[in-house]
Structure formats: C-alpha cells, structure tokens
C-alpha cells in the first residue's frame, strides 16, 4: 500500500487543521493510524482507526480535540485537529496495519507502511 499524507501548515494556536491519508488500497489492511514526532523526541501514537467498523483509538493528550475519520469509498482518513497547542507541534505521518488490538494499537511496529509525513507548526 502506498499512502499519501498532507493537509498539515502552519497554525496559530487555538486554530484547527485537517490532515488527510490517502491509500492506494485498503482491502488487505485493518487500519490507519497517524503517528508524530517533533523535533528532539520519538515517534508518538496519536490516533488511530480501522476501516471496517471505524473504531478509533487516541492518545490521551488530543483527547477531545482531535478527531480521526475514514471515508472508505475514497480510501481516505483525516484527522481533525482543533484546539492546537504549541506542542502538538510535529510531523505527522500515517501509517497502515495489517492488524491492531485494544492492547496494542498504539505500537508502531504494529503498522507496516508509512506514509512521506506532513509538517504541522503551531505558533503560540
């Protein structure tokens, strides 16, 4: 699979974005996830969600202000993302699982392709 993210920018705090995946397929896979770093730290979980039934996970530091959606028609999944806050800060990639549970939807090594990464920067 191939996936292709963009939609990030820069941003006055407070301000909203929406970054969007796009896969080449999405039969043979369980979910997309997006993932960020910022300069100086490691990889972070963000969000993530699964393309049959849309459940959706997230970290608890965007709980409540960011959103992850799918439109599986477009094989597409976005994520909403308002309130920001200087430390949301990153690039963010997305990336596709062949299989994720509740115990470790979170685990990068559960992800098998990633996506090139979009830059978000938030000015406070």
């Known amino acids: 699979v191939q996936l292709q993210a963009s939609g990030g920018g820069l941003q006055q705090a407070g301000g909203s974005l929406r970054l969007s995946c796009v896969a080449s397929?999405?039969?043979?896979?369980?979910?997309i996830g997006w993932f960020r770093q910022a300069p100086g730290k490691e990889r972070e979980f963000v969000a993530t969600?699964?393309?049959?039934?849309?459940?959706?996970f997230y970290t608890n530091s965007v709980k409540g202000r960011f959103t992850v959606s799918r439109d599986v028609a477009k094989n597409t999944v976005y994520l909403q993302m308002n309130s920001l806050k200087s430390e949301d800060t990153a690039v963010y990639y997305c990336a596709a699982s062949r299989f994720f549970g509740i115990l470790n939807y979170y685990w990068s090594d559960r992800y098998n392709a990633w996506g090139q990464g979009t830059q978000v920067t938030v000015s406070s």
């Open positions: 397929e999405r039969t043979s896979w369980h979910g």
């Open positions: 969600i699964t393309w049959g039934d849309g459940i959706t």
